[in-house]
Structures are given as C-alpha cells and as structure tokens.
C-alpha cells in the first residue's frame, strides 16, 4: 500500500475524452445522494414528537430511525469516496490503484466511479478482513 508520502505515479490510465464521462457521472451521483439525503433529513423534535401508539408502534419507528441513520451514514462514505475520486481526476490519478499503481479496469470504473483500488486488490484487501 503507498503511503501518504508516496505520488502515485501519474500514468495515465484513464483517456482524457473518457475523465470527463466519468467527471460527469462522479457529479451526477453525488447530486442525487445529496438530495436523497437532505429529504431524508427529519428533525429530532419530529421524531421524539411523534412517539404515540402502542409499543410496536413505537418500536417499529424506532426502526425505521435506526435504517434512515444507517442510510445516511452510507450516503456520507459514498460522498466522501467521491469527492476523493474528483479530487484524483483533478490530481490526474484517476483509474490507477492506490495499492499497486496499476490501471482499475474499465468495467471497475463503469460500475463503481469512486473506486481507488483494482479488483485484484479489492479482493486481496477484503480477503484480510
């Protein structure tokens, strides 16, 4: 893995008539993750203000608070991922793995823009979980 000291050397791995598809997509996503997330938002008056019914009731809203912060706790990485990603187009870094500096394959970048890492690592860094 590079360290933060380490460039990662700038190959480009990437088309630049291609960068700008995937700047476009990278904007296009975190556009509807942030407005997802602000109609997601519900103000914790709302929700200690509508603690009527029964227990299961009650539990139930409980739940449904539960998997809505978890949602945008997840929203919020991806967010983060990319504006990572944007900031590597910028940095002319985008599509090379953080790992082992080689180029992310296309269909990785189709399928997940934000990615830093190849497959090959991904697997590799998931397997040591």
């Given at each position: 893995?590079?360290?933060?000291?380490?460039?990662?050397?700038?190959?480009?791995?990437?088309?630049k008539?291609?960068?700008?598809?995937?700047?476009?997509?990278?904007?296009?996503?975190?556009?509807?993750?942030?407005?997802?997330?602000?109609?997601?938002?519900?103000?914790?008056?709302?929700?200690?203000?509508?603690?009527?019914?029964?227990?299961?009731?009650?539990?139930?809203?409980?739940?449904?608070?539960?998997?809505?912060?978890?949602?945008?706790?997840?929203?919020?990485?991806?967010?983060?991922?990319?504006?990572?990603?944007?900031?590597?187009i910028?940095?002319?870094?985008?599509?090379?793995?953080?790992?082992?500096?080689?180029?992310?394959?296309?269909?990785?970048?189709?399928?997940?823009?934000?990615?830093?890492?190849c497959?090959?690592?991904?697997?590799?860094?998931?397997?040591?979980?």
């Open positions: 893995m590079k360290t933060s000291n380490e460039k990662l050397e700038a190959k480009p791995s990437v088309k008539a291609n960068l700008k598809t995937y700047k476009t997509l990278l904007l296009k996503k975190r556009d509807e993750l942030l407005t997802a997330t602000s109609a997601k938002k519900m103000p914790i008056e709302a929700t200690e203000s509508a603690r009527k019914g029964d227990w299961i009731d009650q539990s139930s809203e409980d739940n449904d608070i539960y998997i809505n912060m978890h949602l945008r706790q997840t929203d919020a990485r991806v967010l983060k991922a990319i504006d990572g990603a944007l900031h590597r910028e940095a002319e870094t985008y599509g090379i793995c953080e790992m082992c500096s080689e180029a992310i394959s296309p269909a990785r970048l189709k399928a997940v823009p934000w990615a830093k890492v497959v090959t690592c991904k697997e590799k860094k998931d397997q040591g979980k």
